[in-house]
């Protein structure tokens, strides 16, 4: 099975911070490398696909990039609604893995 | 609307059984690969099982492997897992997760609200 592994596992930033969140595949995964936010108590929500594809209606301050075993997932200005917990998952063979999330904290 | 409606959540002691239904609205459900994860108290997303639009292939992690049962029937628009032989850390938020294959990556576009499942004595 793929491993993904995210860092940090967590970090408290401030609104309007730049935040950088890493995930790494245990093997080549192409770009087929997906990122989700979930807030406390709701479901996962879809927020990049295809290592840099935004979802429908996500705002383009989310960015993804990388591609084969390294991807990143930024959030160039942080806004209120942002503090999340963020999961990676690879699309590219079955099991979907997903990393053990990062949780996005206010400073 | 899109939705999927997970229900058959509960509390049932370690050995039982538990069968978890999603029902879906707003898509054609049977043009559609379908999934279970789940989600441990204060824990990660674990992906639990995968089934083909026309139910013919199924996939199941190892740790639920011979003991749940991944199915769905297009006429009802309706995905089941049926869990079996319960223990302790199968307790977890499970959810149902519609697939979609874009960008030539296979993901999670739509879930459901998730149903919760407590093993204990």
């Known amino acids: 099975d793929i491993q993904m592994t995210q860092s940090p596992s967590s970090l408290s930033a401030s609104v309007g911070d730049r935040v950088t969140i890493t995930c790494r595949a245990s093997q080549s995964i192409s770009r087929y490398l997906n990122w989700y936010q979930q807030k406390p108590g709701k479901a996962p929500k879809l927020l990049i696909y295809?290592?840099?594809t935004l979802q429908s209606e996500v705002p383009s301050r989310f960015s993804g990039s990388g591609s084969g075993t390294d991807f990143i997932l930024t959030i160039s200005s942080l806004q209120p609604e942002d503090f999340a917990t963020y999961f990676c998952?690879?699309?590219?063979?079955?099991?979907?893995?997903f990393g053990q999330g990062t949780k996005v904290e206010i400073k | 609307e899109v939705q999927l409606v997970e229900s058959g959540g509960g509390l049932v002691q370690p050995g039982g059984s538990l069968r978890l239904s999603c029902a879906a609205s707003?898509?054609?459900?049977?043009?559609?690969?379908m999934n279970w994860a789940r989600q441990a108290p204060g824990k990660g997303l674990e992906w639990v099982s995968y089934i083909s639009s026309s139910g013919t292939t199924v996939y199941y992690a190892d740790s639920v492997k011979d003991r749940f049962t991944i199915s769905r029937d297009n006429a009802k628009n309706s995905l089941y897992l049926q869990t079996n032989s319960l223990k302790a850390e199968d307790t977890a938020v499970y959810y149902c997760a519609r697939e979609i294959g874009v960008a030539g990556s296979d993901a999670f576009d739509i879930w459901g609200q998730g149903t919760m499942v407590t093993v204990s004595s």
């Open positions: 295809g290592a840099s």
């Open positions: 998952q690879q699309g590219y063979s079955p099991p979907r893995t």
């Open positions: 707003g898509f054609t459900f049977s043009n559609y690969e």
